[in-house]
């Protein structure tokens, strides 16, 4: 008999350590307060109540009240639910972190609104301006659209608000296109291969761009520079102006052949 109550004595003094080490798991939480915090906690979130689990407890308070920790599955956000377990009254629930806001997606609206600003900038039509990618959102809800001009290469970064569907700024890279680095002359604005090779880049101009009211061609920066015994290069710069827009500047080259001075290609590209 002696030996049975030290047995049972040592058993009591067992339950009572873990109670003391471990008393979230020797207090089980009453089910009335469980869904009372699980209730709250979802009204707190404006989530369904399928959406909040218990992770944890803290002890009970002399009076009854209790700590349960919450957490939304599907979101990761934590609460804090104090509540009094003998009649389930939740007493406060307290968010401990804050569900973090979905990405906004960047519509085709928006997309398309940043290609026409972008054209713009680079005084191209819309249709020379691709779409390559979207960015990462920033922490403070704006991201970059990334764009290319597929005639010259330049790019673009169009920073856009997704959540006001706005763009805040368009930064385009330098011209990709410099001037043949071939050794030259000055050539006469006179010069048959010289009219021919601006009078092609000229049309080009016109046919790119609408309204356009002038092409002027700087004399100052009029060169030729040999390429083959049958070909010669002309290079410059000039400007052409728009209706209702100040003149942009551009430079050109053409290869030229000069047994006929027929224009074999001529290109252009803006420089501002």
Request: include cysteine; hydrophobic fraction near 40%; aromatic fraction near 4%.
């Amino acid at each position: 008999m002696i030996q049975m109550k030290a047995i049972l004595s040592a058993g009591v003094m067992t339950v009572a350590a873990i109670a003391t080490g471990y008393p979230a798991i020797a207090q089980p939480i009453p089910p009335k307060a469980a869904d009372a915090c699980t209730q709250r906690t979802a009204e707190e979130m404006v989530v369904a109540t399928r959406d909040i689990e218990i992770t944890g407890a803290g002890s009970v308070a002399t009076n009854g009240t209790r700590t349960l920790f919450m957490r939304n599955r599907v979101t990761g956000q934590t609460a804090e639910c104090r509540v009094n377990t003998i009649d389930g009254f939740v007493l406060s629930v307290t968010l401990t972190s804050q569900q973090p806001k979905p990405p906004q997606t960047v519509s085709p609206a928006l997309i398309n609104t940043c290609i026409q600003r972008t054209a713009e900038e680079m005084v191209v039509a819309t249709r020379d301006i691709e779409f390559v990618q979207v960015d990462q959102p920033n922490p403070d809800g704006t991201t970059t659209v990334f764009l290319r001009n597929r005639v010259n290469g330049m790019t673009a970064n169009c920073l856009v608000n997704p959540a006001t569907n706005t763009v805040i700024r368009v930064t385009t890279t330098p011209a990709t296109k410099p001037l043949p680095p071939a050794q030259g002359k000055p050539a006469s604005p006179n010069d048959p291969i010289v009219r021919n090779c601006q009078a092609a880049v000229g049309r080009q101009i016109r046919a790119s761009f609408a309204n356009v009211q002038s092409v002027t061609f700087l004399s100052n920066t009029t060169q030729r520079f040999f390429i083959s015994n049958t070909q010669e290069g002309i290079r410059g710069e000039g400007q052409f102006a728009q209706r209702s827009r100040m003149a942009h500047r551009f430079n050109y080259n053409c290869v030229v052949n000069i047994r006929n001075g027929s224009v074999q290609s001529a290109n252009f590209n803006v420089i501002r």
